[in-house]
């Protein structure tokens, strides 16, 4: 089991920037030819359902978004600190939930991405409030 911790989250008004950062340590062998796996951010607005926020394929570059966020969230790695990022710019108040990192041994697809039931290894999460 690997662990993911996240950091980054702060409370700012509508319009800012944040960037969260997942650490990933430990994870196990992904199985897949290039050893690569997806990392995704979800999100869970207070009293709403966890979403897909952004997906990158560690491995290679393949990215994916939410609807909601296209366009604002830039989702990158830096694999050398094992690490994930996620730039969040032009927030909006919708943006306010708790933000979860999620890694599984598997590609990401455009269909796929956002299912939770692929990723096997989850962070804490990480807290973003976004006022108007």
């Known amino acids: 089991q690997g662990k993911l911790t996240e950091s980054g989250g702060d409370s700012v008004q509508a319009g800012g920037s944040l960037r969260l950062s997942c650490v990933a340590s430990?994870?196990?062998?992904?199985?897949?030819?290039?050893?690569?796996?997806?990392m995704v951010w979800f999100r869970q607005p207070p009293g709403k359902e966890r979403e897909g926020v952004a997906a990158i394929y560690v491995g290679g570059s393949t990215t994916y978004y939410g609807d909601s966020v296209k366009g604002r969230f830039t989702i990158s790695q830096d694999n050398a600190k094992n690490t994930v990022y996620l730039q969040m710019n032009n927030l909006k108040p919708e943006d306010t939930a708790m933000y979860y990192c999620?890694?599984?041994?598997?590609?990401?697809?455009?269909?796929?991405?956002?299912?939770?039931?692929?990723?096997?290894?989850w962070g804490q999460g990480t807290q973003v409030t976004v006022s108007s």
């Open positions: 999620a890694a599984g041994g598997v590609r990401c697809t455009s269909t796929y991405w956002s299912t939770e039931a692929f990723y096997s290894d």
């Open positions: 430990g994870l196990p062998d992904s199985g897949l030819s290039d050893g690569g796996y997806c």
